[in-house]
């Protein structure tokens, strides 16, 4: 979440802050990415999720670590053979 209050103390998106630190305008970073500024803005504040590819593309932009920029959680059900877990 971006700008969310947290102990009184603003915390900001690690996305937001590397795309800053890297130099990049929301606008710049958006075109380098083929996706609109809105999209990458819903990105930065977690209000839309990204699977790995596009995370992967948004890690080589700011080249790092895809797990440093994201945390998975998109989980799906296990299915199991015969009907048990």
Same mark, same amino acid.
């Given at each position: 979440m971006q700008n969310a209050k947290k102990g009184g103390a603003s915390v900001e998106s690690v996305l937001k802050h590397t795309r800053e630190r890297a130099g990049m305008s +929301? !606008?710049? =970073? =958006? %075109? %380098? +990415? %083929?996706i609109s500024p809105g999209y990458l803005l819903?990105? !930065?504040n977690g209000a839309r999720g990204v699977g790995i590819p596009r995370a992967a593309q948004i =890690? !080589? +932009?700011y080249a790092l670590d895809r797990d440093e920029l994201f945390v998975p959680i998109r989980f799906a059900a296990r299915f199991c053979k015969g009907g048990r877990t």
């Open positions: +929301l !606008e710049h =970073a =958006a %075109r %380098r +990415l %083929r819903q990105i !930065e =890690a !080589e +932009l």
